[in-house]
Structure formats: C-alpha cells, structure tokens
C-alpha cells in the first residue's frame, strides 16, 4: 500500500493566526446577537405599547358607546311614560265624549218626548 504523506504539522504562527480569526469571528457573532437581542426588546416593548394603546383605545369607545346606550334607554322610558300619560288622557276623553253623548241623547229623547206631550 502506498505510504500516506503527512502533512507538516501547523506552525505555532498557523495557530495562532487561525486562533485570531476564529477570536474576530466570535466577537462578530456575539455583536450580531447581542444588535438581534436589543431589536427584539425593542420590537417587543413597541408591541406592548400598541397593545396598551389599543386596549385604552377600545374601552373609551366601549365607555362611549355605553353612555349612549343608557342614553337612549332613559330617552325610550321616557317616551313609554310619555305614550302611557297620552294613552290615559285619550280613554279619559273617549269616556267623557261617550258621557257627553249619552247625555245628549238623552236630552234629545227628553226633547222629543215633550214635543209629543205638547201636542
């Protein structure tokens, strides 16, 4: 079997040079991550930040519209009351008309009996 050459080993300058690039290599690493980290905080504090914004958005316009909705209930009883009075006032004047009539025909009748007696 043919002999394998081995190749010299690295020098200590090899070494150290790899050992330099690697070092560089980590330092960037870490600065990306460390830059990706800080976005990440930042983007997650913004997002908290619209939420919260959007939550008191939101119950302001619930507050409002929950304003109005009392709002009209009280306008709605108060026109039932006000419907109830006239509905009471109108039976008072049909009964009343009704009295008058028959009091009239009454006096109609009355009227005509003495016209007959008269005669």
């Keep these: 079997s043919p002999a394998v ?3 010299p080993a ?7 040079e790899a050992l330099t690039r690697e070092q560089a290599l980590r330092v960037e690493a870490e600065g ?3 830059e990706t980290s800080r976005e990440v905080e930042e983007l997650s504090v913004s997002l908290f930040e619209q939420a919260n914004e959007m939550v008191a958005t939101e119950r302001r316009a ?3 519209l929950e304003k ?3 709002t009209l209930e009280k306008r709605d009883a108060d026109k039932k009351r006000r419907l ?19 009091t009239e025909q009454q006096q109609c009748r009355h009227h005509h009996e003495q016209e007959r007696r008269e005669q």
């Design 10 to 16: 690295p020098s200590t300058d090899d070494l150290l």
């Design 84 to 102: 109830d009075r006239l509905e009471g006032a109108m039976d008072r004047i049909d009964r009343v008309r009704q009295l008058l009539g028959q």
């Design 32 to 34: 990306r991550l460390s």
């Design 62 to 64: 619930r507050a409002v």
């Design 5 to 7: 050459p081995l190749s």
């Design 68 to 70: 109005r909705v009392e």
